[in-house]
């Protein structure tokens, strides 16, 4: 059939075919110019197409005119003497296979509206494939899940070429229900585990895709009934519980996890971001993670800080051994640990694992000391935290108080304090002295002078709650000194004479103006 | 015997307190009428009020008041007349005394010829002045001679006194009572003397007023003979117009000056001047209160109560930057011998001759540049040049001051063109563009003059919107000076002789000012913040930030514990320092800069930066070759691997032994167009000598902290890292061992860290609590509200009681007086009964007499 060029004229010849097709069967043929405009580089007639299968083959599924069973290929049942029915049944089953094909092709189309279309109308057919199952239950009142459509879908999801993002937040309306979470999980584990065997060197893009589709899934909390349903079914719902759901999700995270050396760094930071709430919870057995977790733990730096928390977690709930664990934490405090992003969670994580009064005074003498010689180098947001901390440390553990209580102490002509050494117990913290605060008494910011002041009190007796602090930004800081409220503003008396100041001061001794 | 004894004692007992207690008013009271209250028992502490006391007289005295009050009320008590006051006014109290007599004066005056004009019609109204009329007064209305009148006013002839009172003159004036005797041979009679004297009263009178008129004749006559020379006289003044001001003869020259001196101002007498020792005095002690005052608030002591305004305010000041005991007279002193004429005279005359006259000699007082005659403390305008006396860079200064000046009076061509082109009012720009558009486009000097012109025009005193202009001139000179110093290239000698202004701007207004300087910081901040949240970190801002700061550093002093302006400040430079990666020459330089101004900051209160010895650190870990070191780590945001790890690092041998060591330049900072290699190299090995100068600084400056050795530690293991590797010149090398030997000679002892002792905390005790007893028999432990609650209904409780019983004494009293009446009235009736009786009796006496009599008959 002939049609006029030009979008607008598309959908009209569109209509017109979608028409003919399903009024009668003998105009059939028109499907195949359907799906040859499918195949359009415009992406408005894509999209018109798109659009005409969706209603096309929704109609044919539901008035059940495809075939149902096993799909007999396409030259046999032609050759075949069978009757015209199912002649044409068949044929327009391997007709609407093609389709769906094409519209997973289509989900890595330069386009996102075409790519958003084409989504939703491949997961109306899963819908409707649920409803009118194109394969025969072996039993009455089975379920079957269009799982082969389903895994096209996924398919095209996690791309190893492109960026599937903004379709990944589209997708994710659909992780609302059950089933589909469920199958997801399957699908997904598959997939990765297809693709990891395939080749060791996987894309980045692919592992982005992944961990965005995996982290969406939102597992139900344990012993809720499942009752929402993508793929509409009756009977007994008995056997959907929610321990079904937890194999794949341990497959999903064990593929990740156990790739985990393979994983790009920055991956690698964000699964361990969400291990601790969003996967270790769902395990099954999560004592599977220890290895992972401890490995990221050795390795060092910002990895090491974020493998913390799962370590913790296994710890705390799962009777986790782990040996030199406080060492290890002693080794991770280097200057630098007050720079990275994750200052607040590590802090809060070395608050909760040192609140334990029953840990020896010497290990926690030397965590006192050593974040003492730390706070030498760091900035003063950091140094509001850090010092309530440290006194906190002393509060606790009033064996430590000696670090800044010491009356009948000798003079020393050198810090005792070992700061190479990696063994608490050897670092010789105790017979030190917290010199470092004292130093800080003269730092140049206020409130942390006055917070290393503190020391030269006995210590009060409450704790002082460093939670609020723990998130305090330089911008905060700089904020709440310049909203302190009206204040006399006192003025320098020394009249300027110039830029640079007066002979002697340090700019003019260094810096010119031409 | 014992009872008069006791009454004795008792007598005695009674008369000291009551004499006592009267005093000398009521010496001695009828001891019958003393009724004395004895008591049984002495108390101690208890005073006793009503022991003694007169019953009859403060009972007759109540009577007394009754009667005079109470019982004639009763009296009148059905008596309707009312005597009714209708003087004008006389219970008004609005108008005043005064005002009431004339009113009723008036009134009176209005009656009387109401009255009068009826019916007599010739009578007219005699006005009267001090009882005189005035017809009469009008008539001798020439000059009387007032001394001669007082004097024979005032004293009596002496014949009149003795004749009129007699006595005594004659021994005073016996020789004129002979001759008296001599002439009228015979004594005259009184009546004849009075006569006499009267006559000879009157007769020199008329003498007396005969003399006057001549007096007056002949001074009337004099005038107008003066007036005819007169003409002749005034030789000097052109005749025409003399004859135009005939009456008004034209002021002498010399009249005028005495006039003039006369009402000039006189000098008042003023205190001593001060002497060069004293003055030197006295400035040292404004500039040791003021460093005291920093130093408490450097040491943050009593920050919170330290609310009091640091100056002296008077609660008249409008808060105009007007400076009342600013006295804008000079006075006139002489030094070595010769007149002492001040600078400021000399620079002015000069400012005359060189064009700009007008506004600017008029607020040359206000706006006070004159260094010697400023002594208060408050006035701010010794803030702007003290410290001349006492350093000695007061050349440099003058140039600073008056560089614009000084090359207007030195270029011909350049004054006239300022001179034509520029006006002298601006009026205050309004908005930033009109400032800019102003400035623009105008070399230095003439932007720098019609800043100052601005200023001034707008001076606070001049007009009342003066202040907001000028507020709002701080807040457009800071950003034209941004403005400035993002231009490329930047214009630094401008901002350079702008910061003045700024200085001066501030300290007329402190809040405005640093309300603008916040502004410009909070901008600066949210950039950066915008820019770690995006990408997790920042550039370093441009030049015009690093210019604000420094500004900051000039305008505020830096060493306060807490500052509203420096505070943040020096947070964002921490910032700067922290969370802005070093990826070019550009930067270091800006990184220095940075560094310099933190420790310049510090400079007095000499705090600790961590920051700036983790930058430096870095600065110099550049320098080097990298390698994998031991002892020091790196901390954010350098690295030790990495693109821009060896930023610093000269290689290039050649270069290494031409370079010369010289300052860094601020310009590098907005902008580093190199250059050949060789300059490049030079920069780096300049950016390495000053961060090393700025480590020795640091060092010297932190030995004394109790833990130096911890925080030198990278250092020292990194400069002899330095060291080892030869490349760098030999000044580098020797500045480097020199901070070496600097760090090593710096033993200290670690002395073991005490608390202070607290006060231990007393434990709970059982004793009872004991309130002190102050006052017998008032209510103790309560509150004063409630003990002066309790007063008061103590009190209104007496009152009500004294009330009632003086309205039970009154009606007593009325009782009483009742009774009396009806007895009277009794009496009375009794007595005309009892008359009548008898008159009856006697008449049936009488009768019955007769009809005796008769019957007898």
């Not at chain 1, 990891?196 to 961990?211: H, K, Q, Y």
């Not at chain 2, 004008?88 to 004339?102: D, L, Q, R, T, V």
């Amino acid at each position: 059939m002939e049609r006029e060029p030009g979008p607008e004229g598309a959908r009209r010849a569109l209509g017109r075919w979608l028409e003919a097709v399903l009024a009668s069967r003998g105009q059939a043929n028109a499907v195949f110019d359907i799906l040859a405009v499918l195949q359009s580089e415009d992406q408005e007639e894509v999209r018109e197409a798109v659009r005409t299968c969706s209603r096309l083959f929704g109609a044919l599924l539901e008035r059940g005119e495809l075939f149902v069973g096993q799909l007999p290929s396409e030259e046999t049942v032609m050759a075949g003497s069978r009757g015209a029915m199912r002649k044409y049944q068949v044929w327009m089953r391997h007709r609407y296979h093609s389709c769906c094909n094409r519209l997973g092709e289509l989900l890595a189309h330069s386009s996102f509206q075409v790519k958003e279309l084409a989504l939703s109308t491949l997961m109306k057919f899963v819908q409707l494939e649920g409803t009118h199952p194109l394969e025969k239950p072996k039993w009455e009142g089975n379920y079957l899940f269009p799982r082969k459509l389903f895994k096209v879908v996924l398919g095209g999801l996690l791309s190893p070429e492109e960026d599937h993002s903004l379709l990944l937040s589209q997708f994710r309306e659909h992780l609302e229900y059950d089933d589909i979470r469920y199958h997801t999980m399957q699908a997904a584990a598959d997939a990765l585990a297809r693709v990891a065997d395939r080749d060791p060197e996987v894309s980045l893009t692919f592992w982005n895709n992944a961990f965005t589709l995996l982290s969406a899934v939102s597992l139900p909390r344990q012993g809720r009934n499942l009752s929402n349903f993508y793929v509409p079914r009756s009977g007994p719902s008995d056997k959907w519980k929610v321990a079904h759901l937890r194999v794949p999700v341990f497959l999903g995270g064990c593929t990740l996890t156990g790739r985990a050396p393979q994983l790009p760094l920055s991956l690698y930071k964000k699964v361990l971001v969400i291990t601790h709430d969003a996967i270790l919870p769902h395990m099954a057995q999560p004592t599977l993670l220890i290895d992972f977790l401890s490995s990221a733990y050795d390795l060092g730096g910002a990895v090491s800080l974020l493998a913390l928390n799962g370590l913790f977690v296994l710890m705390h709930k799962h009777n986790l051994e782990y040996p030199d664990f406080y060492r290890k934490l002693y080794g991770l405090l280097d200057p630098s640990i007050f720079h990275v992003k994750y200052r607040a969670r590590f802090f809060h994580l070395a608050d909760l694992f040192l609140s334990s009064s029953h840990l020896p005074a010497y290990l926690v003498a030397a965590f006192a000391k050593r974040l003492a010689r730390l706070a030498l180098t760091a900035p003063p947001e950091a140094l509001l935290m850090v010092l309530p901390f440290i006194c906190n440390l002393l509060r606790r553990h009033p064996a430590c108080r000696v670090l800044v209580h010491r009356p009948q102490g000798p003079e020393l002509d050198a810090d005792p304090y070992d700061p190479a050494e990696e063994d608490p117990a050897k670092s010789r913290a105790l017979e030190s002295c917290l010199w470092e605060l004292q130093a800080l008494q003269r730092h140049y910011h206020p409130e942390v002078s006055k917070a290393a002041s503190v020391i030269n009190q006995v210590l009060s007796v409450p704790e002082v709650s460093i939670a609020p602090l723990l998130e305090l930004t330089a911008y905060e800081l700089f904020e709440q000194d310049l909203n302190k409220g009206p204040r006399p503003v006192p003025l320098e008396f020394v009249p300027a004479q110039g830029l640079l100041g007066r002979q002697d001061d340090l700019c003019t001794q260094h810096f010119t103006l031409s | 015997m014992g009872k008069a004894k006791a009454a004795g004692a008792r007598r005695k007992a009674s008369g000291a307190p009551s004499g006592a207690r009267r005093g000398p008013a009521k010496a001695c009271p009828n001891p019958f009428e003393v009724k004395v209250n004895r008591q049984k028992f002495q108390i101690l502490g208890r005073k006793t009020r009503h022991d003694v006391g007169l019953p009859g007289v403060s009972r007759a005295r109540a009577i007394r008041k009754r009667t005079q009050t109470l019982l004639k009320e009763y009296k009148e008590r059905d008596k309707s007349n009312v005597f009714r006051d209708k003087r004008f006014g006389e219970y008004n109290s609005n108008i005043s005394a005064e005002e009431k007599m004339m009113k009723r004066f008036a009134l009176e005056q209005q009656r009387h010829h109401e009255k009068k004009s009826i019916y007599n019609l010739n009578e007219d109204e005699e006005l009267t002045h001090y009882g005189q009329s005035l017809a009469d007064i009008e008539k001798h209305n020439d000059i009387v001679d007032s001394d001669s009148d007082v004097e024979e006013r005032g004293t009596l002839s002496a014949e009149l006194t003795a004749s009129h009172f007699g006595g005594g003159s004659r021994l005073l004036h016996p020789k004129t009572f002979q001759q008296e005797g001599e002439e009228g041979e015979q004594p005259k009679s009184r009546k004849e003397l009075i006569e006499e004297l009267i006559a000879k009263s009157k007769q020199e009178k008329r003498e007396r007023q005969a003399q006057r008129e001549d007096a007056l004749e002949l001074t009337e006559k004099l005038d107008q003979d003066w007036k005819e020379i007169q003409t002749l006289l005034s030789h000097k003044t052109p005749k025409s117009e003399n004859r135009d001001k005939k009456e008004k003869p034209k002021p002498d020259a010399y009249d005028m000056m005495v006039r003039e001196l006369g009402f000039e101002m006189k000098a008042q007498p003023s205190n001593r001047m001060k002497t060069e020792e004293e003055l030197a005095h006295e400035e040292q002690e404004r500039l040791r209160k003021l460093e005291a005052e920093r130093l408490r608030r450097m040491l943050g002591k009593d920050e919170d109560e330290n609310f009091k305004k640091p100056k002296h305010m008077s609660a008249d000041d409008l808060n105009d930057g007007f400076v009342l005991d600013k006295d804008d007279r000079r006075l006139l002193s002489y030094k070595d011998g010769k007149m002492n004429v001040e600078e400021d005279v000399q620079e002015e005359q000069r400012q005359e001759a060189s064009g700009d006259k007008s506004e600017e000699d008029e607020s040359e007082g206000s706006s006070g540049e004159d260094p010697e005659e400023s002594d208060g403390p408050e006035s701010h305008s010794d803030l702007a040049s003290d410290v001349e006396s006492e350093e000695e860079n007061e050349k440099p200064e003058k140039e600073h001051q008056s560089p614009g000046k000084a090359s207007i009076t030195r270029g011909q061509k350049a004054r006239n063109a300022a001179s034509t082109e520029l006006p002298y009012t601006f009026a205050a720009p309004e908005s930033y563009e009109e400032l800019r558009s102003l400035l623009s486009g105008r070399s230095m000097e003439e932007q720098l003059l019609v800043v100052e012109r601005i200023q001034k025009c707008n001076h606070p005193s001049l007009a009342v919107g003066n202040k907001a202009k000028l507020e709002k001139l701080f807040g457009f000179l800071l950003e034209y000076v941004g403005d400035l110093a993002t231009d490329d290239p930047p214009d630094l000698r401008v901002i350079d002789k702008l910061v003045v202004q700024l200085y001066s701007l501030c300290q007329m207004f402190p809040e405005s000012a640093s309300d603008s300087v916040k502004f410009v910081l909070r901008d600066a901040m949210h950039e950066m913040e915008e820019m770690i949240e995006n990408k997790g970190r920042a550039a370093l801002p441009g030049l015009d930030v690093l210019i604000y700061l420094k500004i900051v550093g000039l305008l505020f002093p830096t060493s306060d514990f807490w500052h509203p302006v420096v505070t943040p400040a020096l947070v964002c430079m921490s910032q700067l320092l922290t969370k802005c990666p070093v990826l070019s020459l550009q930067d270091v330089v800006k990184g220095l800069f940075v560094c310099c101004l933190f420790l310049e900051y510090v400079s007095l209160s000499q705090r600790f930066i961590p920051e700036l010895v983790n930058y430096i650190l870095g600065i110099l870990y550049m320098a080097t070759p990298n390698k994998q070191s031991q002892g020091y780590a790196l901390v954010h945001p350098f690295r030790a691997r990495g693109k821009n790890s060896e930023l610093l690092l000269v290689s290039d041998r050649e270069d290494v032994a031409t370079w010369q060591r010289s300052s860094l330049s601020l310009r590098w900072a907005s902008g580093l167009r190199t250059q050949t290699a060789t300059e490049a190299n030079h920069i780096r090995l300049s950016c390495v000598a000053v961060g090393l100068s700025l480590l020795k600084h640091c060092v010297l400056m932190y030995s004394t902290l109790p833990s130096f050795h911890a925080i030198t530690t990278p250092l020292r293991a990194l400069l002899t890292e330095h060291l080892v590797d030869c490349s760098h010149p030999r000044e580098l090398q020797e500045l480097s061992q020199s901070i070496l030997t600097e760090m090593e000679n710096q033993k200290q002892l670690h002395r073991p860290l005490t608390c202070e002792k607290s006060k231990p905390v007393p434990l709970k005790l059982f004793t009872p609590r004991l309130v002190k007893v102050l006052e017998f028999g008032k209510k103790q432990g309560s509150s004063k509200e409630e003990q002066e609650r309790k007063k008061l209904i103590h009190k209104h409780k007496r009152e009500f009681k004294g009330a009632v019983r003086e309205i039970r004494k009154d009606n007593q009293f009325l009782a009483r007086m009742q009774l009396s009446e009806i007895m009277e009235r009794d009496a009375e009736r009794k007595r005309k009964v009892r008359q009548l009786f008898n008159s009856l009796a006697t008449q049936e006496g009488e009768w019955k007499a007769l009809k005796r009599k008769k019957f007898k008959k």
